[in-house]
């Protein structure tokens, strides 16, 4: 079994190299070993199965980090923590997250600056960008090169300001956080056959948002193309009905 040092040094190579991995959800120590047996390079845990397996509309930070615990150690591959807000408004609070999901055997970590409040569901611009930075300072401070993820979710919460999503992005960029994330959802929320749009990136990794003239125009065509392949796929299923 590697060290957590490895598992982090080997996260952080897989972001690094040129072109994309895939990096599956287990959701718990058995899809965690068969992901681990196919040939998958590294895992993420999943605060959306979790909740499924639990029978629970939401997860407690407490179980977030328990889960982690328990696929970190039935794999060798590094294991990225799926941590929601953090658990907490707060920035200092939600960033303690991090700390957490690292002594359970985490080796990188995402936070949104989504709330879980539908009536409030996207932090106020301020207060994401603080709470970015207060996880950037809580993973530096680790005895490992944790890799830090922040989510822009303005997109996958039906706030379909891009502008704002661009510009949060580059703050956390700003924030020296080396991975930045636009999710947005691959289907409607509910689509005829009643599946729940799973989330995709638009951009992320050290080539994001390095400045206006390259982000925005890059972001832009590819939410664009998104919608047009979205309407080319309502007109085909409107020929064929």
Request: net charge positive; hydrophobic share 40%.
């Amino acid at each position: 079994m590697r060290s957590q040092m490895e598992k982090a040094k080997l996260f952080r190579a897989l972001h690094e190299r040129a072109g994309a991995f895939i990096i599956p959800n287990p959701w718990d120590a058995g899809t965690a070993k068969l992901l681990t047996s196919i040939g998958f390079e590294a895992l993420a845990t999943t605060s959306l199965g979790l909740a499924i397996t639990l029978g629970s509309p939401t997860v407690s930070r407490d179980a977030i980090i328990e889960n982690c615990r328990t696929i970190a150690a039935a794999t060798e591959l590094p294991v990225n923590a799926d941590l929601e807000n953090g658990g907490a408004d707060e920035p200092k609070a939600a960033a303690e997250a991090i700390g957490l999901a690292a002594e359970a055997g985490a080796v990188g970590g995402s936070i949104e600056d989504s709330t879980g409040d539908a009536s409030r569901p996207i932090y106020d611009f301020a207060l994401a960008v603080e709470r970015v930075h207060a996880a950037v300072e809580a993973a530096r401070a680790l005895p490992i090169p944790f890799m830090l993820t922040a989510r822009a979710e303005n997109l996958l919460h039906g706030r379909n300001d891009l502008d704002d999503t661009i510009r949060r992005l580059q703050a956390i960029r700003g924030r020296r956080c080396r991975c930045a994330v636009c999710a947005r959802r691959s289907r409607p929320r509910h689509d005829p056959d009643g599946f729940v749009g799973d989330q995709e990136t638009v951009q992320s990794g050290d080539g994001l948002c390095r400045s206006d003239a390259d982000a925005r125009p890059a972001i832009r065509r590819r939410c664009q193309a998104h919608q047009r392949r979205r309407r080319d796929v309502a007109r085909c299923a409107g020929g064929l009905s």
